[in-house]
């Protein structure tokens, strides 16, 4: 069973920029849930889609969206880029059936903003 | 609020076991105990998870105390491929569906 799959792996743009990243889960699973990650603040929740539907947001301003597509793939949207949008952005995959569903992670796309 | 505490870091030597507390003092009864950890340059990796017994499988072991306010993993002979940063995270699911990561605890192991 393949894993969880993104794309692409790197990227760099400059500030004022936008970028999409695309996150494929593994099959079969509905939810897909994305976190960035950086030196200072760690792990932190950014939003969680499940059957196309946002069903959890975490702080981050509203430059950060996503979307999920009926075959379950997601995207995430980064407007008017700051440097500080600089950082690993991860997503993981999960059943969603139960409160211990393990979630898979992908291994990241590491965002440049220059 | 990662609402865990872990030591930032530990050591161990290579093929002893492993300990690595965490303390979650305010957990309610419905939240899970999920463990993962993250090598060097990956994602994230899913270690193990509990309610209120203690769980095994080919990774790890989790050990729950009696009253549910502190786990400890347990990695039964450490090699050089668990060195990583080990989360351990309250996981609600149903609305509250995210994993909140806290700074985890550092695991070195020396060959």
């Known amino acids: 069973k393949a894993g969880v799959t993104q794309t692409p792996r790197y990227l760099i743009k400059t500030r004022g920029q936008q970028v999409t990243l695309s996150c494929s889960p593994i099959?079969?699973?509905?939810?897909v849930s994305w976190y960035q990650q950086t030196p200072g603040q760690g792990l932190q929740f950014l939003f969680e889609?499940?059957?196309?539907?946002?069903?959890n947001k975490g702080n981050f301003p509203g430059r950060f969206s996503g979307r999920q597509f009926s075959n379950s793939r997601s995207e995430m949207n980064v407007s008017t880029l700051e440097l500080g949008d600089s950082a690993l952005y991860l997503c993981?995959?999960?059943?969603?059936?139960?409160?211990?569903?393990?979630?898979?992670f992908g291994p990241g796309t590491r965002l440049t903003v220059l | 609020d990662a609402k865990t505490t872990q030591p930032n870091s530990m050591e161990s030597n290579e093929e002893e076991p492993v300990h690595l507390p965490c303390n979650h003092s305010?957990?309610?009864?419905?939240?899970?105990i999920h463990w993962y950890r993250q090598l060097p340059s990956q994602g994230p990796e899913y270690v193990i998870h509990?309610?209120?017994s203690n769980v095994n499988n080919r990774m790890a072991s989790l050990a729950i105390a009696e009253d549910r306010k502190s786990s400890t993993l347990i990695l039964h002979r450490a090699t050089l491929r668990d060195a990583a940063v080990y989360y351990c995270?309250?996981?609600?699911?149903?609305?509250?569906?995210?994993?909140?990561f806290g700074k985890g605890t550092l695991l070195t192991v020396n060959p």
């Open positions: 099959s079969g699973h509905r939810s």
């Open positions: 993981a995959s999960s059943l969603r059936t139960s409160g211990y569903n393990e979630q898979f």
């Open positions: 305010t957990i309610s009864g419905t939240d899970y």
């Open positions: 889609y499940f059957s196309e539907t946002q069903r």
């Open positions: 995270i309250r996981f609600s699911g149903g609305s509250n569906y995210k994993l909140t």
């Open positions: 509990g309610l209120t």
